[in-house]
């Protein structure tokens, strides 16, 4: 099983959005898949009770805080036949669960979004993952995302330069699109779409499977499921 931790410790920088289309992929590729949400709002696992058949399955598994009457063990549980499992960790992530998180990493992503602040907050981060030790001793591959790109500033040049001292990857650059923001409220992945509507996502999102994979695809995906899914229309 390989498994893909998508973690930043500041809040809103698309850990959910980058969670739900990685683990889409693998479904629609007949990848036995499985989601592991440790974030107690649950956004994954929202999602996940929004797909319909005939859309690839994926196990939702709940790690958040335990509730009254709840066990956590038991909504951790992950089949064993998964080969993919992508954990959605929590903002504001330290201590004892960043390293619970990261002794179960085989490889790690960080997606950051523009602000200066959250570039500044996201590199303190990287830092203090680094400093665990459990990066070197695993031989965990990091991978930061550049996420809600806007056309007008395509690059990250402050964090391209932090990222380059430390010898990390820029692995992908995803625009701000709504297409996106209607996989998430329909339970479907930008994969599952019609190339029409996400075609130049999934371009964009095809270095990061690749990257998780270590595999070329043999072209950039644009729809890699049977048919065509038209969201909010029949």
Not at 49 to 56: D, F, I, V
Not at 72 to 96: C, H, N, W
Request: charged letters at 20%; hydrophobic letters at 40%; glycine letters at 8%.
């Amino acid at each position: 099983m390989n498994t893909t931790l998508v973690i930043n410790r500041k809040g809103g920088a698309g850990k959910t959005t980058v969670s739900i289309n990685l683990a889409s992929y693998f479904a629609t590729a007949n990848v036995a898949t499985t989601i592991m949400d440790y974030d107690p709002q649950g956004s994954s696992l929202h999602w996940l009770k929004q797909r319909q058949a005939p859309l690839g399955k994926i196990h939702g598994s709940n790690a958040a805080p335990e509730k009254f009457g709840q066990l956590r063990s038991f909504g951790m549980y992950v089949p064993t036949e998964t080969k993919q499992l992508v954990i959605d960790a929590p903002g504001g992530i330290s201590g004892v669960l960043l390293q619970e998180l990261l002794c179960r990493a085989n490889c790690v992503l960080i997606p950051v979004t523009p602000s200066s602040i959250d570039i500044h907050a996201t590199a303190h981060f990287i830092k203090d993952v680094l400093l665990t030790g459990l990066v070197r001793t695993r031989k965990i591959r990091i991978g930061v995302i550049a996420n809600r790109v806007r056309r007008s500033m395509p690059v990250y040049q402050p964090l391209e330069r932090f990222l380059k001292a430390l010898n990390l990857d820029l692995i992908g650059r995803l625009l701000d699109s709504d297409a996106f923001v209607r996989a998430a409220e329909t339970g479907t992945g930008i994969f599952e779409m019609a190339p029409g509507l996400a075609g130049a996502e999934c371009r964009q999102f095809t270095p990061i499977v690749e990257w998780v994979t270590g595999e070329k695809l043999e072209a950039p995906v644009a729809n890699v499921y049977p048919f065509s899914l038209r969201v909010g229309g029949a």
